[in-house]
């Protein structure tokens, strides 16, 4: 028997049974070598004879810029949300649309039936943003409407799930958006 779970808060801070935030194995090697990379340049210019020149200078910058990367990715770029029934990395996406689509879109998401044969384009810019979380291997989407009030977005509608052909189906219609 499935539940439905309401959710008041946004799309990238509520949580699903389903997603969890994995450290990557392969995000902490690439911090770590950056750190490496980054302390072996700057060190290397205390073994310059001529610690004023040029090449001092432009290492000692490159090793700290490097370091500062480094630090920066490993406590805040090694971390990865993962769909854990099919162990797919997700990737967040905010898309736009124009205002006239407000009902269409609200509906859309509400009852998850997106269509791929839907006449709606995104846009660059709009008062309506979707936010979707996508896993790599399509079997997994949430997505939330917000709409632009004044200096803010409002949420619209509550965070929506899909699973398999559902989430097909999000990533049908919102590739069918982009053509336009």
Do not use: C
């Not at 072996?40 to 700290?64: H, K, P, Q, Y």
């Not at 979380?133 to 409002?154: C, G, H, I, M, T």
């Amino acid at each position: 028997m499935a539940t439905t779970q309401v959710i008041d808060a946004t799309i990238f801070a509520s949580s699903h049974p389903d997603i969890a935030k994995r450290t990557s194995i392969s995000g902490i090697l690439t911090s770590s070598v950056m750190l490496l990379v980054g302390i072996l340049a700057f060190g290397s210019t205390f073994e310059l004879e001529d610690r004023s020149s040029t090449i001092s200078m432009a290492l000692m910058v490159f090793g700290t810029g490097l370091f500062l990367i480094g630090i920066f990715r490993l406590f805040w770029k090694s971390k990865e949300v993962v769909y854990l029934p099919t162990g797919s990395v997700t990737k967040e996406h905010s898309i736009f649309f124009d205002l006239k689509y407000m009902d269409s879109l609200t509906d859309m998401v509400n009852s998850g039936s997106f269509s791929a044969g839907s006449v709606i384009k995104s846009e660059s810019s709009g008062n309506i943003r979707m936010d979707v979380l996508l896993s790599e291997d399509k079997k997994f989407a949430a997505v939330q409407l917000f709409q632009f009030v004044p200096y803010n977005y409002q949420p619209i509608t509550s965070v929506q799930y899909f699973t398999n052909d559902g989430a097909s189906a999000v990533v049908a219609f919102l590739t069918k958006s982009k053509q336009g």
